[in-house]
């Protein structure tokens, strides 16, 4: 199985910062990693795909990149909507596995 | 626009049966594999689980392999999961999400979570 470490598991920033969330994987990967931001109460919700591309309607603050073993999702000027957990996700191989979570709060 | 609509909570007791629903509309039911993901209490997201609706082809994570199964019903465009005997440990909220016509998948699309509490 790949296993994703996620960090940090929580994290706290001011509204106009930039938030950087990391991914591990536990082997070299291709660039079959996505993620998700989800709020309580909601539907978790796709963000990016592919390592890099950004889902038809999210805003263009979120970004991905990575390759190998190591990912990372960019919040270029966190707003007070980004209040979430967010988790990655291979899809290199069976079984997907998401990483452990990471809970964004805004100071 | 693709829906996919969850059955209600659900509470029961340990050692209870139990099947819960996920309906897909708003895209060809038999194109895309469709996963089940578990949330317990406080915790992240885990993959179940995934089913491809034109021949029921289904694939299981080793933790939970033995202990549910999933199902799909393409007159009626559903997927199911359920258990034959459920524990305290199965608490959680249950999603399902929609993916790609390949297996190795993101997923676009979830439905809105079922609520299962297994208490005595």
């Known amino acids: 199985d790949i296993q994703m470490t996620q960090f940090p598991s929580s994290l706290s920033a001011s509204v106009g910062d930039r938030v950087t969330i990391t991914c591990q994987a536990s082997?070299?990967?291709?660039?079959?990693l996505s993620w998700y931001q989800h709020k309580p109460g909601k539907a978790p919700k796709l963000l990016i795909y592919?390592?890099?591309k950004l889902q038809t309607g999210v805003p263009s603050r979120f970004s991905g990149s990575g390759s190998g073993t190591d990912f990372t999702l960019t919040i270029s000027s966190l707003q007070p909507d980004d209040m979430a957990t967010y988790y990655c996700?291979?899809?290199?191989?069976?079984?997907?596995?998401f990483g452990g979570g990471t809970k964004v709060e805004i100071k | 626009e693709v829906q996919l609509v969850q059955s209600g909570t659900e509470v029961k007791e340990p050692g209870e049966s139990l099947k819960i629903s996920c309906k897909v509309s708003?895209?060809?039911?038999?194109?895309?594999?469709i996963a089940w993901v578990r949330q317990m209490p406080g915790k992240g997201l885990e993959w179940m689980g995934i089913?491809?609706?034109?021949?029921?082809?289904?694939r299981y994570s080793p933790s939970f392999r033995g202990h549910v199964t999933i199902s799909a019903d393409k007159s009626i465009n559903s997927t199911y999961l359920q258990w034959s005997s459920l524990k305290a440990s199965d608490t959680a909220i249950y999603y399902c999400?929609?993916?790609?016509?390949?297996?190795?998948?993101?997923?676009?699309?979830w439905g809105q979570g079922t609520l299962v509490s297994v208490s005595s």
């Open positions: 089913i491809h609706p034109r021949d029921s082809d289904t």
């Open positions: 592919d390592a890099s």
């Open positions: 082997q070299d990967m291709n660039h079959y």
């Open positions: 708003g895209h060809t039911f038999t194109t895309n594999w």
């Open positions: 996700q291979q899809y290199d191989d069976l079984p997907l596995t």
């Open positions: 999400a929609r993916g790609r016509t390949t297996v190795m998948t993101p997923f676009h699309d």
